[in-house]
Nanobody, 123 residues
């Protein structure tokens, strides 16, 4: 499985960004897929995850109500719509896939990772 993220950039606080992650190779329907982020000097944290076959999603408390994870299976693409961005959302954002169920926010449950895309939010 190969995951390629795009869509990062610099934005002012309050603005939106949409991240995309294109999956290639074998993507098992029973995979969990999601978005994680890592700020300098901090541990990687889960942002939003969901079951690749559809169903419930799981969000970090800090982004709930502002971020939305979605997928377009016809394009093998996972999205993260980020609204009302805050400076504390700054970091490298990674797309990941894994087989550990249920789909949790712990990065250790994910085996496949993209290279990351940088998001910088200025105040």
């Amino acid at each position: 499985v190969q995951l390629v993220e795009s869509g990062g950039g610099s934005v002012q606080a309050g603005g939106p960004l949409r991240l995309s992650c294109v999956a290639s190779g074998y993507t098992y329907r029973r995979h969990c897929m999601g978005w994680f982020r890592q700020a300098p000097g901090k541990e990687r944290e889960g942002v939003a995850v969901g079951y690749n076959g559809g169903g419930s999603t799981n969000y970090a408390a800090s982004v709930k109500g502002r971020f939305t994870i979605s997928r377009d299976t016809s394009k093998s693409t996972l999205y993260l719509q980020m609204n009302s961005l805050k400076p504390e959302d700054t970091g490298m954002y990674y797309c990941a896939a894994g087989l550990r169920l249920p789909c949790g926010l712990d990065f250790r449950g994910y085996h496949y990772w993209g290279q990351g895309t940088q998001v910088t939010v200025s105040s």
